[in-house]
Every structure is written in C-alpha cells, then in structure tokens.
DNA sequence: GATGAATGAGGGTTCATTCAT
DNA sequence: CATGAATGAACCCTCATTCAT
C-alpha cells in the first residue's frame, strides 16, 4: 500500500513493493503469481477495509438522508485525512470498477430507503447514482489534492441532498450533525 | 489521436505513434521533445477542439439553464457517439487535470450567468462546480463503456439542472428542448 | 514421469514434479541432491524397464533375425502406444547417451549372433549397429508423431533386415510372424 | 551461430548472442523479435546453407547410386570437419523437424531416381527414407562425437546402398570413388 | 523425513531516447 | 527534415536451490 500511494499504481514496480517489505521480488511471485494479481488483491483489501468502515459509519442511524449525508462527508473527510491514500482509491476505481461497483450498493441502498422515507424525490434512479458517485469522487479528488476550501465538503454533500428533492433549508441542517465517531 | 485512443495513453508507445504515423521514431523526436511533450500538445489540442464545438454549441442562446443543459448533453452525446474519443479524453482529464480546469470555464460561466439570471439558486459556487463536472464526467465515463439506458443523458441533465435550483417541471422541460446541430 | 512425458525434459520444473508428487520442491531434495540427478534417475528408470521388457520379448527364441525384427516392432509397437512415453524415452537418448548405449547391447548381441548362425552378412559390425539404431530410432520419432502409415513398422524392420544381408523374401516373412505377447 | 554452436540451442541466451555480435540485447531485438525467430531464422539459414552445397555436390552426376553415397559421405565428412556445427545442425533437426524434411527432398529424389534406373530396389519408398534419413543422422552423431573409426563413414553408405538393394560389391566400389571437391 | 519460506541469479523483452548521416 | 541503427535502463517473471524448523 505504501509503495502504490506513493507512486500510484501504474508507476509502482514489483522492486519497490519488494524492497518495501524487506524481501525479493522472487518471494513476492511466491504469493502474487502476477503483478496484476497483487494489484487486484490490494484493490479488494482496499475496498473491504472501506465497506466495513462505511458500514460502521452507518450502523444505527434511520434518517436516509442523514445515511447519505455521512456516508460523503466520511470520505471527504478521509480525503482531507489521508490524501495520499483517496488517491490511490481513486485510481483503483478507475483500474478496477468494480471495486466501485461493490462500494456503490451503499449509497444505493441509502437511496432506496430514502425514497421509501419520502425523503428524496427522483424520477431516475440511475441519474441520482451517477450524480452521487460522480460529485463524490470529483469532490474528493478535488479536497485529496488541496484544492477545496474548508467547508467544502459539507457544501457539497448539502448540494446532492437537494439534487435528491431535501427541501435546501432541511439539508443544510442534515449536513451539520456531527460525524459519529469512527467506531 | 488514433492510437491513443485504440490504445489508451499509458499503453501507447513512440513506436506505435511513429509506426501510425508513417514516420520513424527519431522523426517524432523533431517535433516533440519528450513523450510527455507529445501527450501534452495532444491534450491541448483535444481540449481546443472541445472549447471551439462547446462555444459554437452556444453561440446565441442567452438562457443559462439551456446552456448548462445542452454542454452538457452534448458531452454525453459525444460519449454515446465515439466512446474509445470520450475515454481518451477521460484519461486526459486524470493526467492533465489543467485540460479539465480549462474546459471548466464554460459551465463555469453558464453557471454564474444562470445566478445572475435567477435561473439558479446555490448558495455555494465551488461546491455546484464540483457537482456538475464530477456528475458529468461520471455519466461521461458510464456512457461510454455502454453501461447506460438510452434517455440517461436527459435524465442526468435534468437532475443537474435541478440541483442548481431549478425547479423540476422546468427542468425536464429545458433538457428536453433539441440539441442545436453541430453546424 | 508424469511431467517429464507431458512437458518435455527441458522444460520440467522442480515445482512441476513436486506438485505432481504431492510434496513440496524442498521434499524432492532429500531424494535427489539436484535437479540433474533426478533427469538421471529417470533416465535409468526408463532404461531398466525397457531393458526388462526386451529381455523378456527375447527370452526363448532362437533366430536372431526373428529376435532382431522383434526387437524393432516392439519399439514400433510401443510407439504407436504411448507416443508421450517414446518422445520421452527419445529426449533421454539426446541428453544421456549412455541410456542408449546400454540399451544397444541388445540388438548388438542379436547382429552377433546373427552372424554366427550365418543369418547376417554384415562386413562392418559399427555401420550395421549404426544402421540399426538409427532407423530405429528415426523410425519411432515417425511413429510417435503420427507421421507414418500403417505397415510402416514391418516394412521398415524387413529393411533393415536385409540391409544386414538377409534376403528380401525372407524378411518379409520374418517380420510379419506375430509378435510374443508381453507376458 | 558461434554461440550456438558452442552453448547449445536451449542453453545459448540472448545476452551471449548480444555480446558475441557486440551489440546489445535491445539491438538485437530489432532484427528480430523474439528468441524463437531468431533461432527459427538461424535454422532457415542452416537449412538453406546446406541445400547450396548439396545441389553442388550433385550438380552433374547421373548415377542414382552415386549421388546417394555422395550425399551421405558428404554428411559424413562435414561431421569430422566441423563437430560443432553438425551437433547444432542436429540439434536443430530435433528442434524445427520442418527444417530436416526440407533437406530430406535431396535423398529422396536420388531414391526415386534410382528406382526409376533400376539401380534400387525397395518395396516401399518411407520405410527406405527412414533408414536413410535415420543411419545418416545417427552416423553423423556419432562421428560429431568422435565415436567412429575411420572409415566408418564408408562403412555407413555402402550398408545404406545394400539397404536399397545394390549389390554389395557394387556397393563397396561405388563409396570408394573420390568426393567431387566443393566447387 | 517433510516443509514453509525465502532467495540469487538470471532470462526474455520493452521502450524512450540519441545521434551520425 | 527524415532516418537507420543502436542503446541504457528497467521491468516482469522464473526456477533451482537452501535452510531453519
């Protein structure tokens, strides 16, 4: 992981990631049979750290559009957090979309309760994902880099809140609770 | 351009360009100093041909919301048209995120236009900039790898629109108006 | 064996035949101090079959003529059987002559008593064994790669029969008497 | 071919063929695109060098008998002249079997045109190619090695002229006549 | 006696880049 | 201005072999 944040993963060779852990590239071949398959397992170890830290996030909370609403600021914040690391994250969604995929079925899911909720008005479910994904990892790169100022992230996640049909006074609230402790 | 499309910026090698272009190597070294020099003009180029179609696209029009709407429907017109072109450009936003800032003044300026016309109600710039072109460039991307159901473009348009302030009658009113051709 | 037959002596790995064999490739070192030394064990484990079988074709007959023709067949025989098997036992000849010239006391021992019982008139007693061994072989290899037609193996073995002087029609016979069963 | 001849094919490496043409690997890798082309064209040039000096070697004579015997001594005497190079040549043999059947045309039209001159007799033509193709390549092996007497070479074609049916007196006397030189 | 874990030494291959002509 | 020819520096990967446990 620490070879790929830092050199990205088109860049990182199996040498670094070999004298990073303190072995040869050989013993590495001895549990990656490839290249590609380290960097894929390494997307999957990713992926799952993250589900379980967003399913953390979310345990007990009914509020769709509060689910919604934490689920972005979490990662807005990891990308203020560990810039280095969302990077990587963000190159593994576009090397491995499924990875994205996987990770999409919560806000998906946060969707589909908040429209049971009568919380969230959309005519098109597949529109709504894309503007949430899409603002969210745009964001993201965008606060990973050093480009956003403070208070972008709750801005942002207040804009998606309207996109979805919150009344804009409401979702400006929603987007102020505080973030529930990371378990 | 051909083959960084067919294959894929980091993919692509000298010789292959040479070999397209019917010229040696060492010919190429006439004209670009470096292979990054090379990627590099041929982001600026890419993203010039872009500026002039959207410029044109807009030309008369004076009602802000329709321009948002119709950039960026063109953009997932142009997606659905020549998809191996749209991730060729998607790649170029990832590696020269300079291209994207410069194409960003466009909706950059709609955007504003719109406020300034009561078309558009968002209480914080940066945050609907993000919205717009992260939503964009993911519909983009999901479009081009053919993983859309026809009328998402409109969709996805409409719930731009909508975020923005405008009210949702009037946004599907709006993305539903005919592109203007392409002169 | 297994893997020698099925990928070819240079090409077999230490790992290939310790996985083959059920144990790990350090395992296959308490046996065998080197790689080498595992071809070589082979090698003569394939020798000391082969020279049981042909010890035991031969055990009772008489006529070396008919011993020399039976000699030949059975190698024809067991081509058209287990070419693997014989593609194998060919790559050893290459790599360890000594195989071969252990197994060439056979026929040697046949072409002299040949000669004795006057069956054989053979002016150099080298260029016959060279003759011998040489179609032989060349013939197997024809064999085992399905580049021959039926009745090759008793034509070719009635030719060398009368290249050690036995007259034509009684060659013909010779090597159409059917071969002993293999016990 | 120096490397070759020297190594082995299997074990000769692309750096030894580099420095032994000094020039470098990469160098290499633009004439020829892979270890497995370079050793496929380096047969063809083996191949081709051969089939030159064989028509040569036949160029005028019309004895079928003759022919044949020159053929083999030829062999024969290349074997003690250059043991190297017939082992890389034989080695080829078992490598590019395409390469020996191109060869084998020369023996089988002189076989073809002795039978038509009444100078052969066999029963049957591939069971007759076997045992020539055969004795040749092994005789040649075995001279190669330093294993044969002098004389051996003789020996070997008169037994091969039996084979076929040449009387043997016949036989002896048509070996014993002079090589043509080469041209 | 078997193994898990590691490795040294190399092998084939690629590619951006140079430079004299 | 184009090129032919060459290359340095890596890179991914393989495999026979070792050794403490």
């Known amino acids: 992981m620490q070879v790929f944040t830092q050199r990205g993963i088109a860049a990182a060779t ?8 303190g072995v040869t ?41 509060e689910r919604m609403a934490i689920g972005q600021r979490r990662y807005y914040w990891l990308a203020a957090e560990s810039p280095a690391w969302t990077l ?4 593994v969604f576009s090397a491995a979309p499924d990875v994205l995929a996987q990770i999409e079925q919560y ?23 894309d503007a949430i994904t ?8 965008r606060i990973a880099l050093g480009h956003a100022a403070p208070g972008h992230a709750e801005a942002s996640a207040a804009l998606v809140l309207r996109a979805l049909g919150v009344p804009p006074g409401q979702a400006d609230e929603v987007v102020r ?4 402790p990371l378990e």
């Open 177 to 180: 609770r505080p973030l529930p």
């Open 107 to 129: 806000p998906l899911a946060d969707l589909r309760a908040g429209i049971r909720q009568k919380k969230f008005k959309v005519p098109d479910e597949a529109a709504a994902m």
């Open 14 to 21: 199996m040498q670094e990631v070999a004298q990073a852990a």
């Open 25 to 65: 590239t050989a013993t590495l071949y001895n549990y990656f049979g490839t290249r590609d398959e380290l960097v894929q397992r390494l997307a999957v170890a990713l992926a799952q750290t993250l589900c379980k830290a967003i399913a953390d996030s979310h345990a007990q909370l009914p509020d769709a559009a």
């Open 134 to 141: 899409g603002t969210c990892v745009h964001t993201m790169r």
């Open 88 to 91: 990587l994250l963000l190159e």
